[in-house]
């Protein structure tokens, strides 16, 4: 009996704090963040601003050029003060102030370099999927500072038969590709919109299921593409994608 109690205890606990927490978040933000500074470190965040004690040791890792459930919060609506600072250091190279509505989605783009950063940010309409439509979102996104116009095309058709141009910082909307068992992994292709040479490319593994993901982790989702790093530049600074995930919850 005093086990049961002792377990049936425990469970209230939870139920209890579970409800808490989401009665603190009424309406909550949505904000995901896409770290694409050439040459900066690894970002943590601290949403009050500068405070020491916003700072934690479990909050989300920013890195360069990668992307992980770490990269997307739930905030309060309102008035957010984001504060992003270099991993063991006091170091802000951002300290921003963001109106966030109830229950908005919202993406701050991170780009520039680490001697001149600069951010945006985008309110995101993101599309939903009906079941059976087999379909998912791309939208693409052109992040490589000092970088001219940039087109986009999927492999073996013109360049810029998905996009004819975007400009640096420049977002587009989600578009609709097919994701059935006979479609092949898209091959999508950044290329100089001017004069069509290639930049870089980005392989969507796994489309058609393949074995590779169960679930299939493109249906029914969003994805951003985005092009970092310097377009002309060497190593750790050269041109790549960076794939993100984004949800409309």
């Not at 360069?64 to 997307?72: A, E, I, L, T, W």
């Not at 599309?127 to 693409?140: E, L, N, V």
């Not at 870089?200 to 970092?228: D, E, F, H, K, V």
Request: aromatic share 10%; hydrophobic share 35%.
């Amino acid at each position: 009996m005093n086990i049961f109690r002792t377990i049936l205890g425990a469970i209230l606990i939870l139920w209890m704090g579970s409800c808490k927490k989401e009665q603190a978040m009424p309406g909550a933000a949505s904000l995901t963040v896409i770290h694409g500074i050439v040459g900066e470190t690894i970002l943590r965040p601290n949403f009050k601003g500068t405070d020491p004690s916003g700072k934690s040791a479990i909050s989300g890792l920013l890195g360069y050029g990668f992307f992980s459930p770490d990269c997307r919060f739930t905030v309060m609506p309102g008035n957010c003060n984001l504060g992003l600072y270099r991993i063991g250091t006091d170091v802000f190279p951002f300290v921003l102030n963001m109106e966030l509505p109830k229950a908005s989605i919202h993406t701050l783009f991170l780009t520039g370099t680490v001697d001149a950063p600069e951010s945006f940010l985008v309110k995101d309409d993101i599309p939903y999927y009906a079941a059976g439509d087999s379909t998912m979102g791309i939208r693409f996104v052109n992040l490589s500072p000092g970088s001219s116009p940039v087109s986009v095309n999927v492999k073996g058709k013109n360049s810029g038969s998905e996009v004819v141009e975007i400009a640096y910082k420049g977002v587009t909307g989600f578009y609709r590709y097919p994701v059935r068992s006979k479609v092949s992994d898209y091959v999508f292709e950044f290329r100089h919109a001017d004069s069509g040479e290639l930049i870089a490319s980005y392989t969507t593994r796994g489309i058609n299921g393949n074995g590779i993901q169960t679930p299939n982790i493109w249906l029914y989702n969003n994805s951003t593409l985005s092009l970092i790093g310097k377009v002309d530049g060497k190593g750790a600074d050269a041109p790549q994608i960076m794939q993100s995930t984004h949800s409309d919850k």
